[in-house]
């Protein structure tokens, strides 16, 4: 309330018979989800990825542990086709060692024991495919002896390379006598076998990660 005889401020004078205005102060715009968003929350899941992907450390490449590894790998996958047609297999080896040469059951017993090596062949691909293709790096086998799958430049693979390791590299290097595409690792620096060159990939020892100590968390 305005004092009688006292002169208004200035600015809040009213025009008689006017309706008194007051000024419109639009709202601040709404902040979006990602210009205005805080850094920390922008890089979480970029920083979430770069330390996952530090955790993987491509040491020395190796080669002879990976024969042990491929041992591993092999029983494993037999043992799982083993499960579901493992009476299948063995009733057809019965009959394949049993029949008489050039018979109709011995030829029946080769086409299912053929059959047989062409699933086993496609479960290979598909198990070392998915399993170097994944965060993973390794095959339980590589896993088992401390070895990963990587690049010439140390960075994980493709899941393109992991697949024309295991299915192309893995079927051209088992035809060649001599198994001349294994033995070529033992006089490669790299220890890269024709796969791994067909590929572009490699096998290396994998080196723990430094972790980050109670302090530094918490600076």
């Known amino acids: 309330m305005t004092g009688f005889g006292k002169r208004p401020a200035p600015g809040n004078t009213a025009t008689f018979g006017k309706k008194h205005t007051t000024s419109y102060r639009p709202a601040a715009p709404r902040p979006t989800a990602g210009a205005d968003m805080p850094d920390f929350l922008k890089t979480e899941s970029s920083a979430s990825h770069q330390a996952y992907k530090a955790s993987i450390v491509a ?23 083993l499960i579901p047609f493992g009476s299948g297999i063995l009733s057809a080896a019965g009959t394949y060692i049993e029949a008489p040469a050039g018979s109709a059951e011995e030829t029946r017993a080769a086409v299912d024991l053929f059959g047989y090596s062409i699933l086993f062949i496609f479960l290979s691909t598909a198990y070392g495919t998915i399993m170097e293709a994944s965060r993973l790096q390794a095959t339980f086998g590589k896993l088992m002896i401390g070895a990963v799958l990587v690049t010439p430049t140390g960075d994980k693979p493709k899941i393109w390379q992991a697949l024309l390791r295991n299915s192309i590299g893995r079927l051209v290097v088992n035809l060649l006598p001599f198994y001349a595409g294994y033995a070529m690792g033992m006089f490669r620096k790299d220890r890269r076998c024709l796969h791994d060159l067909m590929s572009g990939t490699m096998v290396c020892s994998k080196v723990p990660a430094a972790t980050s100590s109670y302090s530094e968390v918490f600076a």
């Open 59 to 81: 040491g020395e490449p190796i080669f002879w542990r990976r024969i042990l590894s491929r041992l591993v790998d092999e029983f494993l996958c037999w043992m799982i086709l």
